[in-house]
């Protein structure tokens, strides 16, 4: 049968979904998180969807994309990438992101980290229009399932009084034996056999003893500590020295790359980065420096899952490691995570994900970890159904809030428990 593979319609929705007080180096996760969802409807009734961040510096640019893609065809990507999308520098150029911790800001990066939810949609229509799975369509499967490390974080046990959140069944994590515990109820509830503490909260003497601790209660498993740059060069080395036994690897201990090739010429640690190699342009300086041992990849800001592959090949040549990045999303995205490292060969680190912490989702079926991991789905497209009740009830919390969740900004939040706080001046120890 010839289908037709125009796109006759583009909807974006912005939607709010539920967050925990999480902690990090830059202040707490606001109680509701900004997510878009893009769908991408065909001339003969297919819908491909995407997924990535909803904060109004990637809304705009996403509804001025929207806007010129009606006639274009869903099997055109490479063109996808050639449009002009004009996105506003001033808001973003130079700064260091303000609840993401994913680098420095560029216009580059943004525009990517929009494109890459109309890659994916495009390439789930393509792949429901085709009956293929959307690993196939980036060269197939190379295994049938993808391991996911369990992502700790100090937490409180609720928002700050007084802020509207829904309830917490986590509780709170603010010590060593309140990391174990949490690592406990994540591993049992999704088999989990790696373990990331998002560290640069407490000073690093604090840390090293919770990651001894996740060491003693889970002997032999991969660890890892990521304070998101948040240690000078001399405490980074302190840390190594003191943990290198028990680390797979050191995560953005330090800012930069010539920090980080300083750390790295003094241990034997691996360093792995999502905050000093985020675009192509920042590949040369790190590796020629051997700056770090692993990319962390993140289809949304490297634009898309075609571009991570590309990434992977990089990281092959010059003998680094790859795996992946996350920030707050939901099952669109841990889809497409999962369908692109389904396809990426030497993929020897469990990738990150903040799924288990989103209570909320705007699939029919939450997808499922099982061991840690995550089946690839052989259904056609990326293998998910939206629920556009759900949908349509995180979008309504969206268009109800008065504006200041709209934008993640972790150091506001953290501003309503503690009001002189601000973004710290790194490094913080
Ligand atoms: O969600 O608080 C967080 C993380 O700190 C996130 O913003 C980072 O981008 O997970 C990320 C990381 O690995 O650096
Ligand atoms: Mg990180």
Redesign the pocket.
């Known amino acids: 049968m010839t289908r037709d593979l125009t796109i006759a319609e583009v909807r974006l929705t912005p939607i709010l979904v539920a967050d925990a007080p999480?902690?990090?180096?830059?202040g707490v996760?606001q109680p509701y998180t900004p997510r878009l969802i893009v769908e991408i409807v065909t001339a003969d009734g297919i819908t491909g969807v995407g997924e990535t961040y909803g904060d109004t510096k990637y809304l705009e640019p996403a509804r001025a994309l929207a806007e010129r893609l009606t006639g274009r065809s869903v099997m055109d990507v490479n063109g996808l990438f050639g449009i002009d999308l004009a996105v506003d520098a001033s808001r973003v150029e130079g700064r260091t992101?303000a609840?993401?911790?994913?680098g420095v800001q560029s216009a580059g990066k943004l525009r990517l980290s929009v494109l890459s939810a109309f890659e994916v949609a495009c390439l789930d229509a393509q792949g429901r229009a085709l009956g293929l799975p959307v690993h196939a369509l980036l060269g197939g499967k190379v295994r049938d399932a993808v391991e996911y490390s369990a992502?700790l974080?100090y937490k409180w046990a609720a928002h700050p009084a007084g802020v509207p959140a829904e309830p917490d069944e986590w509780g709170a994590a603010l010590d060593p034996a309140g990391v174990v515990e949490q690592a406990r109820r994540l591993r049992q509830r999704h088999g989990f056999g790696s373990f990331?503490l998002?560290g640069?909260v407490f000073p690093p003497d604090e840390e090293i003893a919770a990651v001894r601790a996740l060491a003693e209660a889970f002997p032999g498993h991969p660890l890892r500590l990521?304070p998101?740059g948040a240690w000078s060069v001399a405490t980074s080395l302190k840390v190594a020295k003191e943990l290198g036994d028990v680390l797979e690897y050191l995560?953005?201990p330090t800012l930069g790359t010539p920090a980080m090739a300083e750390v790295s010429a003094a241990t034997d640690v691996p360093l792995a980065t999502?905050?000093c190699v985020t675009t192509f342009g920042e590949i040369k300086e790190a590796f020629t420096r051997d700056a770090v041992q692993v990319v962390?990849s993140?289809h949304h800001y490297w634009g898309g899952l075609r571009n991570t592959q590309r990434l992977a090949a990089v990281c092959a040549a010059f003998g680094v490691g790859v795996s992946m990045?996350?920030?707050?999303h939901l099952g669109i995205s841990l889809a497409a995570m999962t369908q692109v490292a389904a396809t990426v060969p030497g993929l020897h680190h469990a990738c990150?994900s903040?799924y288990p912490w989103q209570p909320e989702d705007v699939l029919t079926e939450r997808a499922v970890f099982v061991d840690g991991r995550v089946a690839v789905s052989d259904a056609p497209g990326l293998g998910v159904e939206l629920d556009r009740d759900e949908l349509a009830r995180l979008h309504r919390r969206w268009a109800e809030d008065d504006g200041w969740l709209r934008d993640r900004d972790?150091a506001a939040a953290m501003r309503t428990a503690e009001p002189h706080w601000r973004t710290p001046v790194m490094p913080r120890w």
């Open positions: 999480l902690l990090n180096t830059q996760h992101d609840g993401g911790l994913r992502y974080f990331k998002k640069g990521d998101n995560e953005d999502n905050m962390l993140d990045h996350s920030n707050t990150d903040h972790d």
